[in-house]
């Protein structure tokens, strides 16, 4: 069987270049991929929107914004970015924002042996 490459696109770079990352530096889950942006469906200041490039889920914090339940990625990104449909979101993502490379590797899990042997 063949050893095929899924087609994929890079969030990252799209929230860093069309919305702007307040937690950049770190800290607020971005070390698990959560990116905190200031929100676009909201008018409240504060850096409440989210994006996480990993799971693909976004969202805001403001629990008067169209965005407080979440919604997918592509979702949130078809809004922004004034688009129609799921298909051309995606086929913009692919075209302006493409992936590199293969798909980075699951996280490691702890993985735990025996603590003890029972008798035969």
């Not at 050893?3 to 860093?16: F, H, I, K, M, T």
């Not at 942006?37 to 990993?54: I, K, M, P, R, T």
Request: hydrophobic share 35%; aromatic share 12%.
């Amino acid at each position: 069987m063949e050893d095929r490459q899924a087609v994929r696109y890079d969030l990252d770079a799209w929230v860093r270049a069309r919305v702007g990352i307040t937690n950049a530096d770190g800290g607020r889950g971005f070390e698990n991929g959560t990116r905190t942006v200031q929100c676009q469906f909201c008018s409240d200041a504060g850096a409440h929107g989210w994006l996480n490039v990993e799971r693909g889920w976004a969202g805001c914090f403001h629990p008067e914004c169209e965005a407080f339940a979440g919604m997918p990625a592509v979702e949130y990104v078809r809004r922004v970015e004034g688009l129609r449909t799921y298909a051309s979101t995606v086929s913009f993502l692919l075209s302006e924002f493409p992936g590199v490379g293969p798909p980075p590797p699951p996280k490691p899990v702890a993985r735990y042996d025996d603590w003890c042997e029972l008798p035969a």
